[in-house]
């Protein structure tokens, strides 16, 4: 039974891939490859992940690289637990207000070294590895290496994705960035086809030192793995980093590599009818999934279909009262008291669902007072402020040994700030998202970490590990994945077309990222959606714009079903608009 109606030319009706040992779900099917690979040489869902996300971060450097962020949802089966990898980046212990101030700024720019924070992916993935992996570094890494030796194709999406793709950058390359231009471009400057050859043999050396320090240092897997690290952070390339920004006059130092740490922290949760859903601490955007979900509860859902008007319009309305206390109140917990034992109460959420009106849609910001016990903030209180894109990639797996990793790597964008030569990849520009506006709760302090939207997903069915997911997105991160897991849980589609189902996406709270823009009431709208909701969402209120078809989502997604089936599925909307490869595998 197909719920979308006639399908058309782009694309659609995709399938996931099934099997018993394993399964994976990438954005590129070189990463996916990868994990796959390691589950087969006898390595975990830990080891893959990790595997993938060291290939993503070469043949996908227009989404992310090393020089990003890499937060994760994790099952141990081995701990029969759950936890949180706070893989976020941290700003430099001189990064403070006044420094900024003192450059003329208001906001952090988008682009260039006054954003750049502590590279933090490479931390979360080797001490991610140092606690759950099985396999010696070496053997995690050598995939990305010989991807980066011997040099792989470049696609569509890395030459042609609006803003972060080389084509749109080409001439800043040639202009600004000689490291870039030398790696990314032809020698005569033009920009590579889809299919040409690319070597990144910086890359390859700086994975190859790595696995020599881990080699020459490390008798047992986990001290191959720290000590691949202090070559990261305390050893020679935290001294290139440190020369490499100071030149460009940037605030990051080597003190700051010295001093980061991996946070492993316990995940937060709510129960939605028969499943738990975890997500990361408000240092993400991970509880506005949360509180929506508490917000909805109170609704017969199942009484609605995934494309009535009502519907719709009702889970627009419960994403501007989730998004308005994620502005109001979500930073980094260990500078701000965030309320969110409140925020995430039954209690709260019945306080707010009043708010809900089903005959009109809110133009208005409307953050509450979960300690006051009221739904609705003293307008002198709330926080008042002055789209971006969706560089970010997604990793998920699953082992037969039932573990199973929610892995959203993001940043260091090629587009964001030029390559570090003697590494093969960029250094990330996450700062932009703080304010320097003392008042509001994610301003800036040195070793604060940004409110970030990266936001893993894993989920329990019946008490049981059941799926992890997540979505490239920026702000849309959420949305789309609380519309996914809705679809399969409220409306009983499998993966496959829960994937599929035509998506929406509100634009009504400020935008995470510079210049955190906000557009009240407006909603858009895949074309794929029926017109007649299109109609009745306009008739209640919303600025509707319609988006192409297969555009909003870009989903990847493992489950595990009945009898041990590992499902995995990815987006075929990567496919359809050339924006990246998605891949999903099984085994």
Known sequence: MRYFGKKDESGGDFRPAMGFHGAVASEHYLSAQAAMDVLKAGGNAFDAAAAAVFVEGLVNPHMFTLGGECPMVLYSARDRSVTVVNGNTQAPAAATLEAYRARGLTLIPSQGMPAVGVPAAVASVLDMLERFGSLPVQDVLAPAKALAQNGFPVHEGLVHMPKFGIQENAELFQRQ??????????????????????????????????????????????????????????????????????????????????????????????VFRNTQVFKCGPWSQGPVFLQMLRLLEGFDLESMAWHDPAYVHLWLEAAKLAFADR?????????????????????????RRP?????????????????????????????RWESWGYGTVHVAVADARGNMAAVTPSGGWICGNEIVPSLGFSLGTRLQTFYLDPAHPNALQPGKRPRTTLTPSLAFRDGQPWMAFGTMGGDQQDQWTLQFFLNRVVFGMDTAQAIEAPKVCSDHFPGTFYPHDAYPARVRVESRMPEATRRALESLGHDVVVDPPWSLGFICAVSRERDGLCVAGADPRGHRHGVFPSCALAW
Do not use: C
């Open 355 to 383: 708010l809900l009106d089903l005959r009109k849609a809110s133009r208005a910001h409307r953050p509450g007072d979960p300690r006051g016990a009221k739904a609705l903030l003293a307008p002198e209180a709330v926080f």
């Open 177 to 270: 960035w000689p490291t870039s231009a030398a790696l990314y471009l032809n020698r005569d400057g033009t920009v590579p086809e889809p299919g040409s050859r690319l070597v990144n043999a910086a890359y390859g050396r700086f994975l190859d030192y790595l696995m020599e320090e881990a080699r020459s240092r490390g008798e047992y897997p986990a001290q191959g793995v720290r000590a691949a690290r202090d070559a990261f952070y305390k050893g020679d390339i935290a001294d290139e980093i440190d020369r490499f920004v100071q030149e460009r006059d940037g605030f990051l130092r080597r003190t700051d590599l010295e001093s980061y740490e991996t946070r492993f922290e316990e995940p937060v949760s709510v």
């Open 327 to 351: 502005e109001q109140y979500y930073a980094d917990p260990r500078f701000v008291d965030v309320p969110l034992k409140e925020l995430l109460s039954s209690s709260y959420a019945a306080l």
